[in-house]
């Protein structure tokens, strides 16, 4: 165990450095920069603000220099904030997205597995139809179109939350709710599937036949070897839920980091690039080393070693 | 089940959450901002557009920056609520010498920060330093180097002694500005651009060298700034509070106790906004939403004039858009009334022209006259009767559906009045302004320009040959001494003359094809008053109240 998660870590380290180099190269070859604008800045005036960042340097000095001031934490100045440092962003926004994040997943996990597992033991019946459509559906529609759905209905015709905003508690609802549907979806589809293939196995046969109850025999057997697809699934996905949803995001008007990691793309801010990517490779990577060792703990035929 | 697992709390958490919680209002008045007059408090909530940069007059480049900024700080003249014409802020008056190059300038006795300290001629100077020093780097130094004696050598180092430059504090209430050469508009753009406002450099230092640009005295509780509000709250991405500043000069007129910008990128969430009462005025409106607030919210519907112009840029090296006769037969063959009624939508004045009418009292005469038989003319005598023979051109635009739809309908129009094949090319907005700027890889380009004051000089300048914002590889030597003898005019009468030539050779060898010019198409409820439309949608806002 000791060893594969040493092993793990040492191998998410070297490809965090590559995902790092590649990011810093690639984002400076994409043409324009962070001070390339409509009014376009005279070139006495772009020659003063490139050397204020050091942009002036070679590349590969700014590269080593990045990567020095990296070691120590330091993710660097934004260019698109002049007085905000990358650390104070993705400080300040990270929170937001974790909250909106963990909210939505709670509603997605309780909806998504309660839903698979009706529908699966419930077989072609109409409580399957039924949760069966809200997974195609859910999958189908995306969350730009929900989301304002929800607003008309809940904020502009029935005047229960405002229209956007992250001030009140009362915001979260909204958001929350088209983001948890959105990976219900696919939830509950992964579990019923995974489900329907543990229910037909043999040791289900045998716990009803040594009397286990229905209850027992679904909570305690079937959704512990089922889930493991959901448990995958959950890795790359909390990841993504947590470091934000860009759409989301934006359509409420939320200070979270997914539209940072967006926008910072575009608006050529190189520093806060690198420290969105960063941030979700490492997340990425954590998240799905957790994966593998919830795996190997549900399912008795996965081995870390 | 249950035991095993361990989200459940937050789930609870989450239901308690949605079922405890009622709407209440976001921004609902706070009892410490409540008026003099002990009245409801005036709160004015409006859209922005995208979060600020920064708050640092000298830092920043952008719309919803100024917006704010102009609350926040105010120059030594500020603008008319109605016109924009220039009127006296921190300077109560001023004498311009007869030969236009010095400018006096008298401070007020009660101007003040709004930490309290005295503003004086001395800060002026200091902040104008701190501008053009060439380390800091400030975006819009060129609106102070362009103008001012010894300021362009000073930025580019060849002069280190800031004295030489032509800021002068003869006394504390007196500020001597002399320039290179005379400037008609300087008052004009003093009023309206913030490169001219005073910052606090004595504040600044507390918090870092004077030419640092990351340091946080642009914080809330840090700021100090001399305009009729000061900054009370910033939350980064949700919004930016300023409430009135009592060490204003004028703070017995300033009507309104707050007003609160919400950073709004999504337009259609800005819109739903307005409708739930989250706002009292949008920054955009989206095209689809026009007609619906033409019926149902007539009142709250805004379209007014904007001081832009939206034109496609030829690349006139080129072929075939190195013959002017090309270039002007594809001018005249877009309907540009078919296109501001059918595509775009929103008032927007077709342009026959480059300048903007009723620009400070100045309108071209010159006119693209002659429609699709004039533009098939044209093009036969250059070589392609009919379009044969005619190398298919292709219009470049950033990515977006309004202009790829501007795009489309004028890819038909030449394709049908002319003949000629026409492709579409979009780019990302950064990618598009790499190729406008650097590399010159397009033959037709869509454009805009938006005026930064009121002064025909704004879009006829950037056609000079060596404006960085020609784009257009286009010179003329004869337009480039008309913009120098525009300078040196010594009446407005005359200066304007001198326009009307300009705008004649633009219309005449089309290096640019005007389209329309811009409206300003937002919601704003009725109950702002005080708000007039004004031409560059700067409203000062010590006019601005609301009625209940």
Not at chain 2, 69 to 92: M, N, R, S
Not at chain 2, 229 to 241: A, E, P
Not at chain 2, 434 to 452: C, K, L, P, Y
Request: glycine content about 8%; aromatic content about 12%.
């Amino acid at each position: 165990m000791f060893r594969f998660i040493t092993s793990r870590f040492l191998q998410s380290l070297l490809a965090l450095y590559v995902v790092i180099t590649a990011t810093f190269f690639m984002v400076r070859f994409v043409p324009g920069g962070p001070f390339t604008a409509e009014k376009a800045v005279t070139p006495e005036i772009l020659r003063n603000l490139e050397a204020h960042y050091g942009l002036n340097k070679p590349l590969y000095r700014q590269y080593l220099d990045y990567l020095g001031s990296l070691a120590h934490g330091d993710l660097g100045p934004s260019f698109k904030y002049p007085n905000r440092t990358v650390n104070e962003i993705i400080g300040d926004k990270v929170p937001v997205s974790a909250e909106l994040g963990l909210l939505s997943l709670a509603i997605a996990l309780v909806l998504g597995i309660g839903l698979g597992t009706l529908a699966a033991i419930r077989r072609n019946t109409w409580i399957d139809y039924v949760a069966s459509s809200f997974g195609m559906t859910g999958i189908s529609i995306p969350t730009f179109v929900v989301g304002p759905l929800l607003v008309l209905a809940f904020a502009i015709h029935l005047g229960w939350f405002n229209a956007s905003g992250w001030y009140l508690p009362s915001d979260r609802v909204l958001p929350c709710l088209v983001l948890g549907i959105a990976y219900a979806a696919p939830i509950s589809r992964l579990t019923r599937g995974g489900l329907l293939e543990v229910l037909h196995q043999d040791f289900i046969r045998t716990a009803r036949a040594k009397g286990a109850s229905e209850f027992r025999v679904i909570t305690r057997h079937a959704l512990r070897g089922g889930l493991l697809p959901v448990v995958s699934y959950l890795g790359p996905a909390i990841a993504g839920i947590l470091t934000g949803s860009f759409v989301i995001e934006t359509i409420f008007q939320i200070p979270g980091i997914g539209r940072e990691f967006v926008n910072s793309a575009f608006n050529r801010d190189y520093t806060l690039v690198l420290g969105t990517v960063i941030l979700y490779a490492a997340l990425i990577m954590a998240l799905n080393l957790l994966v593998d060792i919830a795996q190997a703990w549900m399912n008795p035929k996965v081995r870390l070693e | 089940m249950i035991r095993r697992l361990p989200f459940l709390p937050i789930i609870a958490a989450a239901l308690g959450l949605a079922a405890g919680c009622s709407k209440q209002d976001s921004a609902a008045p706070t009892a410490s901002s409540a008026s003099a007059t002990g009245a409801v408090p005036q709160i004015w909530r409006v859209g922005n557009g995208t979060e600020p940069q920064d708050l640092d007059p000298q830092s920043v480049t952008g719309v919803p920056e100024h917006k704010i900024i102009i609350a926040l700080f105010e120059g030594l003249v500020t603008e008319d609520p109605h016109d924009l014409h220039p009127v006296p802020g921190v300077a109560e008056s001023w004498e311009i010498s007869p030969d236009g190059l010095v400018y006096t300038f008298h401070l007020r006795a009660n101007a003040r920060w709004s930490n309290g300290d005295p503003l004086t001629a001395t800060d002026f100077v200091e902040s104008y330093h701190r501008a053009l020093t060439p380390a800091f780097a400030d975006e819009y130094a060129y609106l102070i180097y362009n103008f001012v004696a010894g300021a362009k050598d000073f930025y580019d180092g060849k002069q280190k002694d800031f004295s030489q430059v032509g800021f002068k504090a003869v006394d504390d209430r007196t500020l001597r500005v002399t320039l290179a050469h005379p400037t008609p508009f300087l008052l004009k753009i003093i009023a309206s651009h913030y490169s001219w406002m005073p910052v606090p450099v004595k504040v600044i230092a507390k918090f870092g060298p004077l030419d640092e640009r990351r340091t946080a005295w642009t914080r809330p509780g840090n700021l100090v700034g001399n305009g009729p509000f000061m900054l009370k709250d910033w939350l980064s991405q949700q919004k930016v509070v300023v409430v009135r500043n009592p060490n204003y000069w004028d703070a017995k007129n300033v009507k309104l106790d707050e007003i609160d910008f919400f950073p709004t990128e999504d337009i259609s969430t800005e819109e739903r906004m307005f409708r739930t009462g989250q706002l009292d005025m949008t920054n955009e409106l989206p095209n689809s939403k026009i007609d619906v607030y033409r019926k149902e919210y007539p009142d709250a519907l805004r379209i007014e004039p904007y001081l832009g112009v939206y034109f496609y840029r030829c690349n006139v090296t080129k072929p075939p858009l190195t013959d002017k006769r090309v270039r002007r037969a594809l001018a005249l063959a877009i309907d540009r009334e078919s296109l501001v009624k059918n595509v775009t939508r929103g008032d927007q004045e077709p342009a026959y022209a480059v300048s903007y009418p009723g620009t400070a009292g100045y309108s071209p005469h010159a006119r693209l006259t002659g429609g699709v038989a004039e533009a098939k003319r044209l093009l036969a005598e250059a070589g392609y009767p009919d379009g044969r023979g005619c190398p298919p051109i292709q219009i470049l635009f950033n990515t977006s559906e309004n202009h790829r739809a501007i795009a489309e309908a004028i890819q038909q129009m030449w394709r049908k009045n002319l003949g000629i094949e026409v492709t579409l090319q979009n780019q990302e907005w950064k990618v598009y302004l790499d190729t406008q700027h650097s590399t010159h890889n397009f033959m037709v380009e869509r454009a805009g320009w938006i005026a930064d004051y009121v002064d025909p000089h704004v879009f006829l300048e950037i056609f000079e040959t060596d404006s960085g914002n020609n784009d257009t590889l286009w010179s003329n030597a004869g337009y480039d001494r008309l913009l120098q003898a525009a300078l040196a005019a010594k009446t407005e009468a005359e200066r304007y003359e001198i326009y009307q030539k300009m705008d004649a050779i633009l219309v005449d060898e089309c290096p640019v094809i005007p389209i329309y010019y811009y409206t300003r198409v937002h919601a704003v409820s009725p109950r702002v008053k005080g708000y007039y439309p004004t031409l560059l949608d700067n409203h000062p806002y010590k006019y601005i109240y609301l009625s209940n």
